[in-house]
Structures are given as C-alpha cells and as structure tokens.
C-alpha cells in the first residue's frame, strides 16, 4: 500500500531521467526553504539554462506536468507549471507566503 502512495500519477518510463543534464545539481532545481525572490529568480534561471542543453527537455517537461512535481523541471518552474494548469498538489505557495509575511514583520520590528 505505501509503494502506491508514492507511485506516479501517470505510468510512464523514466529511462530519460539518466541522461539529465541536471544530474547531480539539485541545489538549483529544488528551492530552499524561505528563498527570497532575487534568489529564486537567478537560481531559476541557472537552472532553465541547463534545461535548455537538456536532450530530455520534453520527457521531463511532461514528467512534472503529469505527475505535478515540486521544483524546476523541463525548463518550467512550479509557479509556471501552475498558469499551464498543472499546479503541485502540496501547497508550497502557502509555505512561500507564510515565509514571506514573516519576512516582513521581522524587516518591520527592525525599523
């Protein structure tokens, strides 16, 4: 029963993900918690740049459309994925939120 819970959504090989370009790189495709947007935004697009060189660009856009991954897959981000009508299932942009609300009480004590 566990193994179906973390089973893909949708059946399809992952043979492609062997020759990623992105291997061994997670630190750019998977954003850290409390990320400013500065950040998020030149990770991102070190990120879309590997992508872009990728042989498996399509395969893994799909993959993560499919199977609504979190991170930066097929060139797309989360937020990307999302306007395309494949929003993650988690709710990251609520952790996001609550990171960025804090942010800005800190930043308003402080002045």
Aim: proline share 5%.
């Amino acid at each position: 029963m566990l193994d179906s819970m973390y089973a893909p959504l949708v059946e399809m090989s992952t043979e492609w993900m062997g020759d990623g370009a992105c291997s061994g790189k997670s630190d750019l495709f998977f954003a850290p918690f409390a990320e400013r947007p500065e950040a998020r935004v030149r990770r991102e697009n070190q990120a879309r740049t590997i992508c872009e060189e990728c042989s498996a660009l399509g395969q893994c856009r799909t993959w993560a459309r499919e199977n609504r991954e979190l991170g930066f897959w097929g060139g797309e981000s989360e937020a990307e994925r999302a306007a395309a009508g494949f929003a993650p299932t988690t709710p990251i942009i609520g952790r996001r939120r609550v990171a960025e609300e804090r942010a800005a009480k800190a930043l308003a004590k402080a002045v």
